[in-house]
């Protein structure tokens, strides 16, 4: 392993400076407790001083627990140079750890503050020493050094050097506007710490160009000792950078030394996700939905013989599995993967009949999960389809507080035939059109004594439906499946599956020879 990064996870702060993200008091102080206690990230900054009376009393929670762990010096929070206001607030909430904003920028310092230089410095070694006073640990951001360390090497430096001799513990760099390319944060990074050996730096990066990942491997590389990350990229504009990302970056592309547990991160980024309504994107990487999902039936074939789609980046390192997905382009591969999973055997013949039927739905919806085949197993192996009546189209039209029409379009032996119909809903009116075909032929139709629909436990709005329908045939009862992603289409399937069982046993019955009987004398 190469030399110990520090992970500073600033979701609480900067990530929650994300247009439409507010977190209660209770989510800060969840969040707060599983990056220090289940994550294990070395710092956490989880507000800044003076936002609301209600972040004060967030803060103030998240220390008393920090203090009672032994983790009160990881809980750090954004101050400004204000003298003794942010120390005054946040020795209020019991905190030790101020992370004071300066101006790493000339033209912010000279326009914004409308200080010179050496008033600014003179200002933050006024804060840090009543900060310390009070036993409160400081470290710097350099606000927009990005921009100032281009414009203004000088100025940058002259800061660095009036307040490198006061005890601050970290000086952090922020690319505050995401604008560096990496080999510019390289180039930069290296000369700070080769100029100022003694000091620790930290990396802060923003990903307006989509960078700051590359950023990161750039700023390790130039030897800073600790790198700033959100989790799911919360943060302004285009957000910070990924906390999953670098942490894999980070241990498998640079043998770095990480404190991070990482069979935690995509819970907290599920509990982040949720909390704060911001979803992260299926194909994000480490945490999206589909990433560890192989779709082609080839990639399914190549593990299925030797793993020969797989990496080191493996979905068990983070508490994940990987998924075969099944739709139009799976192969046998995939859905045998996906069969041991459930802990199914299936002969070759019926894995055959459902792969048919899996590529079949995979042309009509978008994704066909493992937790479907069940419904499609039991649909395929409940008994041989008979075809004596064959629905060839169906229109269905519903509306608030109008009656449903259906259109259809039928088989029967060979003889195509039309109806419609209308009813309570589209299944009511289904019915009423194919009796209009029926019983021109003196079909008796039986009488529908249940109707039962089901999905799958967890199922989407998008998941099959499995509906069942027990018919009273005269003396006999007879219970029919239909499955479809349409919850009328599925009914619709039983009672075809049900009147095709009906004519097969009518037309086998019709068929039997008749045996003469034998007189003996």
Same mark, same amino acid.
Request: hydrophobic share 40%.
């Given at each position: 392993?190469?030399?110990?990064?520090?992970?500073?996870?600033?979701?609480?702060?900067?990530?929650?400076? &994300?247009?439409? #993200?507010?977190?209660?008091?209770?989510?800060?102080?969840?969040?707060?407790?599983?990056?220090?206690?289940?994550?294990?990230?070395?710092?956490?900054?989880?507000?800044?001083?003076?936002?609301?009376?209600?972040?004060?009393?967030?803060?103030?929670?998240?220390?008393?627990?920090?203090? =009672?762990?032994?983790?009160?010096?990881?809980?750090?929070?954004?101050?400004? /140079?204000?003298?003794?206001?942010?120390?005054?607030?946040?020795?209020?909430?019991?905190?030790?750890?101020?992370?004071?904003?300066?101006?790493?920028?000339?033209?912010?310092?000279?326009?914004?503050?409308?200080?010179?230089?050496? =008033? *600014?410095?003179?200002?933050?070694?006024?804060?840090?020493?009543?900060?310390?006073?009070?036993?409160?640990?400081?470290?710097?951001?350099?606000?927009?050094?990005?921009? !100032?360390?281009?414009?203004?090497?000088?100025?940058?430096?002259?800061?660095?050097?009036?307040?490198?001799?006061?005890?601050?513990?970290?000086?952090?760099?922020?690319?505050?506007?995401?604008?560096? $390319?990496?080999?510019?944060?390289?180039?930069?990074?290296?000369? $700070?710490?080769?100029?100022?050996?003694?000091?620790?730096?930290?990396?802060?990066?923003?990903?307006?160009?989509?960078?700051?990942?590359?950023? /990161?491997?750039?700023?390790?590389?130039?030897?800073?000792?600790? /790198?700033?990350?959100?989790?799911?990229?919360?943060?302004?504009?285009?957000?910070? #950078?990924?906390?999953?990302? %670098?942490?894999? /970056?980070?241990?498998?592309?640079?043998? $770095?030394?990480?404190?991070?547990?990482?069979?935690?991160?995509?819970?907290?980024? =599920?509990?982040?996700?949720? +909390?704060? !309504?911001?979803?992260?994107?299926?194909?994000?990487?480490?945490?999206? &939905?589909?990433?560890?999902?192989? &779709?082609?039936?080839?990639?399914?074939?190549?593990?299925?013989? !030797?793993?020969?789609? =797989?990496?080191?980046?493996?979905?068990?390192?983070? !508490?994940?599995?990987?998924?075969?997905?099944?739709?139009?382009?799976?192969?046998?591969?995939?859905?045998?993967?996906?069969?041991?999973?459930?802990?199914?055997?299936?002969?070759? %013949?019926?894995?055959?009949?459902?792969?048919?039927?899996? #590529?079949?739905?995979?042309?009509?919806?978008?994704?066909?999960?493992?937790?479907?085949?069940?419904?499609?197993?039991?649909?395929?192996?409940?008994?041989?389809?008979?075809? *004596?009546?064959?629905?060839?189209?169906?229109?269905?039209?519903?509306?608030?507080?109008?009656?449903? &029409?259906?259109?259809?379009?039928?088989?029967?032996?060979?003889?195509?035939?039309?109806?419609?119909?209308?009813?309570?809903?589209? +299944?009511?009116?289904?019915?009423?059109?194919?009796?209009?075909?029926?019983?021109?032929?003196?079909?008796?139709?039986?009488?529908?004594?249940?109707?039962?629909? *089901?999905?799958?436990?967890?199922?989407?709005?998008?998941?099959?439906?499995?509906?069942?329908?027990?018919?009273?045939?005269?003396?006999?009862?007879?219970?029919?499946?239909?499955?479809?992603?349409?919850?009328?289409?599925?009914?619709?399937?039983?009672?075809?599956?049900?009147?095709?069982?009906? +004519? *097969?046993?009518?037309?086998?019955?019709?068929?039997?020879?008749?045996?003469?009987?034998?007189?003996?004398?």
């Amino acid at each position: 392993m190469g030399r110990h990064v520090q992970i500073l996870d600033t979701t609480l702060r900067d990530g929650e400076q &994300t247009r439409g #993200v507010s977190f209660s008091q209770n989510e800060k102080v969840s969040i707060a407790k599983a990056l220090l206690k289940s994550l294990r990230v070395e710092r956490a900054e989880v507000a800044s001083v003076g936002v609301s009376e209600g972040e004060r009393q967030a803060v103030t929670s998240i220390n008393q627990w920090a203090e =009672q762990e032994g983790l009160l010096d990881r809980v750090e929070v954004l101050g400004f /140079v204000d003298g003794t206001r942010s120390v005054d607030w946040i020795t209020s909430t019991g905190g030790r750890v101020l992370n004071l904003l300066a101006k790493g920028s000339e033209k912010h310092c000279r326009e914004q503050l409308r200080r010179t230089l050496d =008033q *600014h410095v003179a200002d933050i070694r006024e804060t840090v020493r009543h900060a310390l006073d009070r036993k409160i640990a400081v470290n710097v951001y350099l606000e927009d050094w990005s921009n !100032g360390y281009k414009d203004s090497r000088d100025y940058v430096y002259r800061l660095v050097e009036g307040i490198e001799d006061i005890g601050i513990g970290h000086y952090m760099l922020p690319d505050t506007l995401g604008v560096m $390319m990496p080999d510019e944060v390289y180039d930069s990074l290296t000369d $700070m710490v080769s100029r100022f050996p003694r000091l620790k730096f930290d990396f802060h990066p923003h990903n307006d160009y989509g960078l700051a990942t590359a950023n /990161v491997m750039m700023a390790v590389k130039a030897g800073v000792s600790t /790198v700033h990350c959100t989790v799911n990229c919360l943060g302004e504009r285009a957000g910070n #950078v990924s906390m999953a990302e %670098v942490v894999v /970056v980070l241990r498998d592309k640079m043998g $770095m030394n990480l404190s991070i547990d990482e069979s935690k991160i995509y819970l907290l980024s =599920q509990m982040v996700e949720n +909390f704060s !309504g911001k979803r992260v994107s299926d194909n994000a990487p480490i945490i999206g &939905t589909d990433v560890f999902t192989q &779709t082609s039936g080839i990639h399914a074939d190549g593990d299925h013989k !030797g793993d020969l789609y =797989q990496s080191v980046l493996s979905p068990e390192r983070f !508490g994940r599995k990987r998924i075969y997905a099944l739709g139009k382009m799976s192969g046998k591969a995939s859905l045998k993967k996906n069969l041991e999973e459930l802990g199914i055997s299936l002969s070759d %013949v019926d894995q055959a009949r459902l792969l048919e039927r899996v #590529v079949q739905l995979g042309d009509s919806k978008s994704r066909v999960t493992a937790d479907d085949l069940p419904f499609i197993i039991a649909d395929i192996l409940e008994g041989q389809d008979y075809n *004596h009546l064959e629905l060839l189209n169906c229109s269905i039209n519903s509306g608030l507080d109008l009656e449903s &029409t259906v259109s259809i379009r039928v088989s029967l032996d060979g003889n195509i035939m039309k109806s419609s119909g209308s009813g309570n809903g589209g +299944f009511d009116a289904f019915i009423v059109a194919i009796r209009k075909i029926l019983d021109k032929r003196d079909f008796v139709f039986p009488q529908l004594m249940d109707y039962e629909i *089901h999905i799958p436990k967890g199922g989407s709005t998008s998941a099959l439906t499995e509906c069942f329908i027990t018919w009273q045939d005269g003396p006999r009862t007879m219970r029919t499946r239909g499955v479809n992603t349409n919850q009328v289409l599925a009914g619709i399937n039983a009672t075809m599956r049900m009147l095709n069982m009906k +004519f *097969h046993q009518e037309r086998s019955a019709a068929d039997e020879p008749v045996v003469a009987a034998t007189v003996h004398p």
